[in-house]
């Protein structure tokens, strides 16, 4: 494991994805830091934080790659619960307390699953 380092780039990171209430993409994060770093390091430091156990990725329907604060997670991520992923408006959020049961063949055993339902969100979905 390495060892954690805090520095300006990252603790803003941090603090972006902390502080939204959807998952982001690298390029939300990028628009947020408004120059603060240069796209491989904040390439690195979501590697870093996806290492320590503070963020999760989410892959979208679209193939973007989204991340999200971890919630009791160390080294080993426990993100085995839905996503939503909004159509219209194209955020990502966590459904934490929606955690589908998978059965598996015997001797098959899970150690991550990505799992994004797609839709509208209220916002969304209202005809104008």
């Given amino acids: 494991m390495r060892q954690s380092r805090s520095t300006h780039s990252k603790t803003e990171i941090f603090r972006i994805i902390s502080d939204s209430d959807t998952a982001l993409s690298h ?12 796209r491989v390091t904040i390439y690195r430091v979501l590697e870093r934080l ?10 979208n329907v679209d193939g973007v790659v989204n991340f999200a604060i971890c919630k009791g997670c160390t080294e080993v991520h426990h993100h085995n ?41 209220d916002k969304c979905s209202v005809k104008y």
């Fill in 50 to 59: 996806e290492e320590e156990g503070k963020i999760h990725k989410i892959v």
């Fill in 81 to 121: 619960h839905l996503h939503f992923n909004f159509e219209k408006c194209k955020s990502v959020i966590c459904l934490e307390k929606f955690v589908p049961e998978i059965e598996l063949p015997e001797n098959f055993s899970v150690n991550q699953f990505n799992f994004v339902v797609s839709g509208l969100c």
């Fill in 27 to 38: 390029a939300d994060i990028q628009a947020k830091l408004d120059g603060l770093c240069n």
